[in-house]
């Protein structure tokens, strides 16, 4: 008589089970105290800007609703701290497991956000879009995961701070959240107007100066509107699988590569242009 062996579930871990589950994992203590200190000493440094101005390589932006909000793009050029953030222990090893090494990782995106009373994002994203960052999947023991997301707390974020939020398990849905059928864009990815708080099944995700959230673009998130006086600082760092173009095509300052060591290099710029030798 022939047996048949049960089927072998592989083994994972509380923080793996959960990140499949929700979409997003809370890293506290990602930051340290000197690291803290002197990204927000870069922040207080800084004069005025308004969106499109250039403070030597980094950009003044601005996403969504504009109020009281300011993104500094290309925040990695900004010294030295945020170099060494690139390749943190504290988050890539996870970062290369999900999106998987045979797919390699780029810094997509990084940017420095600081945000006043009125300032939120608006719901978007979901599991719902065909898109390359929403992909997320498990299967035979591997990941594959479109794009994570290191949103790093430089302020304490709680009730009123503006936190951003997130609709657990929205990863996996294959049905649009029910206020993205207003989005006037063709394939629901964004809906403006609004803080994303406002949206059914949003929660807050509440962090301390110094954490982390590491969570996957696919899953639908924003922020609530800042309620509270005074500012909401937070570092956004985006890894995706190093076939894709970062997302706003910053190029990389010669004096910025010749710091970073060789690891560090191969995210920021994993596709180097390749030329003839004739041509200098």
Not at 97 to 111: D, K, Q, S, T, W
Not at 213 to 227: E, M
């Amino acid at each position: 008589m022939s047996t048949v062996s049960p089927a072998v579930t592989p083994h994972a871990s509380t923080e793996d089970y959960l990140f499949d589950l929700r979409g997003y994992r809370v890293l506290r203590n990602a930051l340290t105290r000197g690291q803290l200190d002197a990204i927000n000493g870069w922040i207080d440094a800084q004069p005025p800007a308004k969106p499109g101005d250039w403070l030597g390589n980094v950009e003044a932006h601005v996403y969504s609703s504009g109020v009281n909000d300011l993104n500094y793009q290309n925040i990695v050029e900004a010294g030295p701290v945020f170099e060494e953030l690139i390749d943190s222990p504290r988050w890539l090893p996870d970062v290369r497991r999900y999106i998987h090494p045979a797919n390699g990782i780029v810094l997509y995106e990084n940017f420095l956000n600081v945000r006043g009373p009125g300032g939120y994002i608006s719901i978007h994203s979901g599991g719902h879009l065909p898109t390359i960052f929403s992909a997320f999947r498990h299967r035979t023991n591997q990941w594959m995961v479109g794009q994570i997301n290191i949103l790093m707390a430089l302020s304490d974020i709680g009730p009123g701070d503006g936190a951003t939020t997130l609709v657990s398990g929205s990863h996996k849905s294959d049905l649009v959240h029910p206020v993205l059928l207003d989005s006037t864009d063709q394939f629901n990815i964004y809906r403006d107007g609004d803080p994303a708080a406002n949206a059914d099944g949003m929660v807050e995700v509440h962090l301390h100066a110094g954490d982390a959230v590491l969570f996957t673009d696919g899953i639908c998130h924003g922020s609530a509107a800042r309620t509270n006086p005074g500012q909401r600082r937070v570092m956004i760092y985006r890894y995706a699988p190093s076939h894709l173009q970062p997302r706003l095509n910053y190029e990389p300052s010669p004096e910025f590569l010749a710091r970073l060591s060789p690891e560090q290099r191969k995210i920021v710029l994993p596709n180097p242009r390749r030329r003839p030798p004739t041509r200098p």
